[in-house]
Nanobody, 127 residues
Framework: QVQLVESGGGLVQAGGSLRLSCATS????????MGWFRQAPGKARDFVAS????????YYADSVKGRFTISRDNAKNTVYLQMNSLKPEDTAVYYC????????????????????WGQGTQVTVSS
């Protein structure tokens, strides 16, 4: 089983920044994909950002474009989410997700497509 270790959540004022990190328990391969999802109280788990390991192709939710940046460190098997200009509506539990083999038809944006999940890290943005 793949294990995901998350860190970086916390409390920040509106307009501030946080960086989340998520490390996998195994080496990544060309077909690997990792992503971030978030779930606010009473809401569904929504897509935030994802990355395809082979090419570095990146996908963002419209709500975070221009503010969040997903990146990777191949040597550390780690994905990061740099969150800038945070808003109160960004408050949620953020989950790291991974899939070992993403087929050519993988969308990178649907939670059901991912096989492994982290425990979640709380991000709270105060107004």
């Amino acid at each position: 089983q793949v294990q995901l270790v998350e860190s970086g959540g916390g409390l920040v004022q509106a307009g501030g920044s946080l960086r989340l990190s998520c490390a996998t328990s195994e080496r990544t391969f060309s077909s690997y994909a990792m992503g971030w999802f978030r779930q606010a109280p009473g809401k569904a788990r929504d897509f935030v950002a994802s990355i395809r390991w082979s090419t570095g192709r990146i996908y963002y939710a419209d709500s975070v474009k221009g503010r969040f940046t997903i990146s990777r460190d191949n040597a550390k098997n780690t994905v990061y989410l740099q969150m800038n200009s945070l808003k109160p509506e960004d408050t949620a539990v953020y989950y790291c997700a991974a899939v070992r083999s993403a087929p050519y038809y993988f969308t990178f944006t649907t939670a059901a497509e991912y096989d492994y999940w982290g425990q979640g890290t709380q991000v709270t943005v105060s107004s």
